[in-house]
T-cell receptor
Framework: AQSVTQPDIHITVSEGASLELRCNYS??????LFWYVQSPGQGLQLLLK??????LVQGIKGFEAEFKRSQSSFNLRKPSVHWSDAAEYFC??????????FGAGTILRVKS | GAGVSQSPRYKVTKRGQDVALRCDPI?????LYWYRQALGQGPEFLTY????????KSGLPNDRFSAERPEGSISTLTIQRTEQRDSAMYRC????????????FGPGTRLTVL
């Protein structure tokens, strides 16, 4: 069965510091992988996606993620965090025309 | 509108009542999805449609839950005889269909069953 694990429930980083949010997945084939961000009172916004090709994908707001098949991982990174990045981040796995399976999310806190 | 809209944004109901949650997808989007998100969890798939056809309802927890999309646009998720355990955020998403499953989410409906 498909599953997504986000090992960190909460992460706190200082403004300007680098960020890495972990995501591990279980899937029977090469999956489509996604990172979404959820701010309070807002819907889920897509940050980036991986379908095929280059394993390092760039997204919006300066985020990037790297697909590592050998580790079944799709970690999200940002070189310098801004206070406005404080939110909840969800990793998801899916396939064409199909449901998404989400991780439990990681809450990011940014301290000044 | 530019994005997915959902109504109502908040719904408080008493146990045993029926509720209907509405989703208006992005214009022209073929596929429409419903998810439920409990507090502290990620969204969990309920059901999805291509046009008016319900393609997968494997995530609906029991027969009190049903969904329809009669004209291939607006969708309604109905919960009959609500129970306290139904309290959650209900999220709708839509996508263009085709090979890429980029789903655009609405703001959700927060359902509270007293």
């Amino acid at each position: 069965a498909q599953s997504v694990t986000q090992p960190d429930i909460h992460i706190t980083v200082s403004e300007g510091a680098s960020l890495e949010l972990r995501c591990n997945y279980s899937y029977g084939a090469t999956p489509y992988l996604f990172w979404y961000v959820q701010s309070p009172g807002q819907g889920l916004q897509l940050l980036l996606k991986y379908f095929s090709g280059d394993t390092l994908v760039q997204g919006i707001k300066g985020f990037e993620a790297e697909f590592k098949r050998s580790q079944s991982s799709f970690n999200l990174r940002k070189p310098s965090v801004h206070w406005s990045d404080a939110a909840e981040y969800f990793c998801a796995v899916g396939k064409y025309g199909n449901k998404l399976v989400f991780g439990a999310g990681t809450i990011l806190r940014v301290k000044s | 509108g530019a994005g997915v809209s959902q109504s109502p944004r908040y719904k408080v109901t008493k146990r045993g009542q029926d509720v209907a949650l509405r989703c208006d997808p992005i214009s022209g989007h073929v596929s429409l999805y419903w998810y439920r998100q409990a507090l502290g969890q990620g969204p969990e798939f309920l059901t999805y449609f291509n046009y008016e056809a319900q393609q997968d309802k494997s995530g609906l927890p029991n027969d009190r839950f049903s969904a329809e999309r009669p004209e291939g646009s607006i969708s309604t998720l109905t919960i009959q005889r609500t129970e306290q355990r139904d309290s959650a955020m209900y999220r709708c998403a839509s996508s263009q269909g085709g090979n890429y499953n980029e789903q655009f989410f609405g703001p959700g409906t927060r359902l509270t069953v007293l």
